[in-house]
Antibody
């Protein structure tokens, strides 16, 4: 069974940092691009980071570029999102999502990140 | 950036009746490889999104056949032939032809 389990969310002050982890199982992790997608409370979906199969290609939208860093360890079947200089507008539920050739086919439960003083 | 516009934003439907959601793209979603990477997601209350349809009309594993997708180019439609109570939630179209963008979501509710 395909599973992606996210952890690491919580309450952080503006300007602070947080690291999210995504543990993948039930599939060959190294064969898939992976994404982080977030959803602000009551709002829609926005991708915030993506990484190719071996980590050699990474991209971010302008909203998080320079502040967020995505990485992966295929030996550990784990994906991370390091979030620095957090802002109130980063408050959201963060999902780890598997990409199967331009199809976001498996979504984890998500972890809530709250940026507030 | 490609913009996806969904209509309606809210759809009250009677149980057992059909429902239809439209998704219009600001530019063609036909990729240079010939595929059209338009998917539909369902998000039930309190749940993560779930893939329903990919590449316009392909149902994902385990998705009931009352869900169908159609369209081409810039105009796409998700149809539910007979709405059931478990279909309540928000539906998103999402394109992956050029980066990724999501529609704003359509809330399906029961009348």
């Amino acid at each position: 069974e395909v599973q992606v389990v996210v952890s690491g969310g919580g309450l952080v002050q503006p300007g602070g940092s947080l690291r999210l982890s995504c543990a993948a199982s039930g599939f060959t992790f190294s064969n898939h691009w992976m994404y982080w997608v977030r959803q602000a409370p009551g709002k829609g979906l926005v991708w915030v980071a993506r990484i190719n199969t071996d980590g050699s290609y990474i991209s971010y939208p302008d909203s998080v570029k320079g502040r967020f860093t995505i990485s992966r360890d295929n030996a550990k079947n784990t994906l991370w999102l390091q979030m620095n200089s957090l802002r109130a507008e980063d408050t959201a539920l963060y999902y780890c999502v598997r990409d199967s050739v331009r199809v976001l086919d498996f979504w984890g439960q998500g972890t809530l990140v709250t940026v507030s003083s | 950036d490609i913009v996806l516009t969904q209509t309606p934003l809210s759809s009250p439907v009677t149980l057992g009746q059909p429902a239809s959601i439209s998704c219009r793209s600001s530019q063609s979603l036909v990729h240079s490889d010939g595929n059209t990477y338009l998917s539909w997601l369902q998000q039930r209350p309190g749940q993560p999104p779930r893939l329903l349809i990919y590449k316009i009309s392909n149902r994902f594993s385990g998705v009931p056949d009352r869900f169908s997708g159609s369209g081409a180019g810039t105009d796409f439609t998700l149809k539910i032939s007979r709405v059931e109570a478990e279909d309540v939630g928000v539906y998103y179209c999402v394109q992956a032809t050029e980066l990724w963008t999501f529609g704003q979501g359509t809330k399906l509710e029961i009348k």
